[in-house]
């Protein structure tokens, strides 16, 4: 990391904005010109790689033959560093005036992070991660110019996974727990690993595309008994949107902004900030009733992901009031957001 005052050629540091496995984001001033700039820098570990420095100029080349008003202009290209536009923002905390889930993760002090995920499909089963450890890359097979080598390491649960596996199959849902080194990894776990991981475990779980709303809550039903079991600290993160219908890819860039105008359709958008309203009221039960006019907005994986979590926390029996982490907003016609389900003082279904 470089402290303030560092200087790259012309390029004075101010404070670090943020940081990835592609690169460190800086504020920074141009002493020239007397103007804030955004400097993207290289990791130190690829500075030295060739593929690497192709890849970062490829980036470069590719950000300044782009013009639209939502991606930042190219000001100037260094060895190992990208020096763009400032946009002025908000920050995640400055949005609902309430604190990002890795705080709440340190305040919880958990053991395990239960992560299912929307982008792992499973056809005849439910599959959860059983692995001792993980480690390697994840190139994105959806988007590999935006996600592309992201480093991954982090512990397992194979003695939680496999106990859900098997009170999975006794509850009637079959399920199958796996620790095949060639598994593949998908970035619905490593977005979350990556900004969110300290020292826990994790367990990913697959969602059935074939599932239906019983089957997911059955399997969250075996995952919360499996936790209780064992005693563990668990948070169980459903890693997935709300209604998800793309735009057609001619279309695609006229509805990128994050304004929830942009979503598929008005009917798409009024059912999604109903199941919000649901949630914040923790009204779990109705939201579970009313799956089948839901299911008509295209809820991404069946909304698996959604009722998955509910299983492990009570089922339609939960009460829990959700919290906004979030706006609720648009991602080329889909509708995203985050909510945070914090478990009241009488109980999950108090």
């Known amino acids: 990391m470089l402290g303030p005052g560092v200087r790259l050629g012309p390029y004075e540091i101010v404070s670090i904005l943020g940081a990835g496995g592609m690169g460190q984001i800086y504020r920074a001033r141009d002493v020239r010109l007397d103007r804030t700039v955004a400097i993207k820098l290289l990791p130190e570990e690829f500075s030295g790689r060739a593929d690497r420095r192709q890849r970062f100029h490829h ?10 008003p939502h991606i930042c202009s190219l000001y100037d290209v260094g060895p190992n560093y990208l020096v763009m536009e400032f946009v002025d923002g908000r920050l ?5 005036g309430t604190r990002v889930p890795g705080e709440v993760f340190d305040r919880l002090d958990v053991d395990t992070i239960v992560i299912i995920d929307s982008h ?3 056809t005849v089963e439910h599959i959860l991660s059983a692995h001792e450890r993980r480690a390697g890359r994840m190139t994105s097979s959806e988007l590999p110019r ?4 992201i480093p991954y390491d982090y512990a397992g649960d194979p003695e939680l996974a496999r106990l859900a596996a098997r009170l999975g199959d006794e509850l009637g849902t079959p399920t199958h727990a796996t620790d095949d080194e060639y598994l593949p990894v998908y970035y619905a776990t490593i977005n979350l690993v990556h900004y969110l991981h300290d020292d826990e475990g994790v367990v ?14 059955t399997m969250g039903e075996a995952i919360g008994e499996a936790v209780a079991r064992l005693d563990r600290r668990v948070i169980v993160l459903a890693s997935g949107g709300m209604s998800h219908t793309f735009w057609p890819l001619s279309q695609i860039t006229k509805h990128e902004a994050s304004d929830p105008i942009h979503i598929f359709t008005p009917e798409a958008r009024a059912a999604d900030e109903k199941r919000l309203e649901l949630m914040e009221a923790g009204e779990h039960r109705r939201i ?9 907005h295209n809820p991404e994986g069946g909304f698996g992901h959604y009722l ?3 299983g492990t926390v009570g089922g339609a029996d939960c009460t829990a009031p959700g919290v906004l982490y979030s ?3 648009n991602a080329t016609g889909t509708g995203q957001v985050h909510v945070w389900f914090e478990r009241p003082p009488g109980g999950w279904a108090a």
């Open 308 to 310: 998955m979590m509910l």
């Open 327 to 329: 706006d609720y907003e």
């Open 288 to 296: 579970v009733e009313t799956m089948g006019e839901y299911m008509e």
């Open 59 to 68: 980036e470069a080349r590719l950000i300044s033959a782009l013009n639209h």
């Open 146 to 149: 935006g996600m592309a080598g």
């Open 92 to 96: 995640l905390t400055e949005l609902r």
């Open 120 to 122: 792992w499909a499973s």
């Open 204 to 217: 990913s779980v697959s969602l059935v595309q074939t599932g239906e709303p019983d089957d997911f809550l």
